[in-house]
């Protein structure tokens, strides 16, 4: 039997702190590999997200874990450098660039700042060949004018993709792959529910976003690597496929997009 992959969540202990998660990292990894989790990859969001990030792949234990290092969107007034500077000093276990991208839901940043260090991410996973991770929330128009401006590194992800069935084929015809996470599961998410059922399941990801969006029935917890699970069996059952193909193909794509070798 294949084990899943968590494809993005945050195990930094600033994260698990402030949503009061149990345990720490360890612990969090130990219920997941329990839950059937083989893989795992953490996800940065600024300078020093990112380095704790690099440090959480360090530990020991039976899920292998690898990490992302980038600037959100919320964060995008801060100087974008510090990633670039990152990703030049490179780390055996950094597979990716992001998260990074557009949000015009809540605009913590203005939104010319964060297509400039959209843009700079972008051309830095070009340049190392490294996997882009994208957050997009209420900007689908402004994200494909950039992808046809600047191009779209090969092995590009849109995480936790919460757009319409237009959108994911925008997605798609770009060259991304979508990942899918606990708001599939959502009573309000029909229009979603309705995109990803139109997604190729060769193009799927599941991840958790841990701690954050928790799956239903664990909806208002502090959500966790283990439940990658319950995402990934709503997918199997939404396009009518079995969990174990779901759970297979899904792991292979995830490991084909951050360039590892299948679990």
Known sequence: MSLWTDAHCHLQERYLRDWQAPGDAADALSRARAAGVGRVVVIGTDAVS??????VTELSGDVEIYATVGL?????T????????????????LVGVGECGLDYFYEHSPRGD????????????????????IHARDAFDDLFDIFDSEGVPPRTVIHCFTGSVADAEGCLMRGCDISVAGVVTFKKSDELRDAIRQVPLERLHVETDAPFLAPVPHRGRPNEPAWVSVVG?????????????CRRVTSFNTARLFGLAPL
Do not use: C, M, W, Y
């Open 50 to 55: 990112s380095r704790e990030a690099l440090a």
């Open 72 to 76: 959100h969107p919320h964060e995008a």
């Open 78 to 93: 801060s100087d974008v450098e510090e990633i670039l500077s990152l990703l030049r000093e490179g780390h055996p276990r």
């Open 114 to 133: 964060q297509r400039r260090a959209f843009v700079r991410q972008l051309h830095a996973a070009t340049e190392h060949d490294l996997a882009l991770v």
């Open 233 to 245: 069996e709503f997918v199997a059952n939404l396009k009518e496929v079995e969990v174990e193909e």
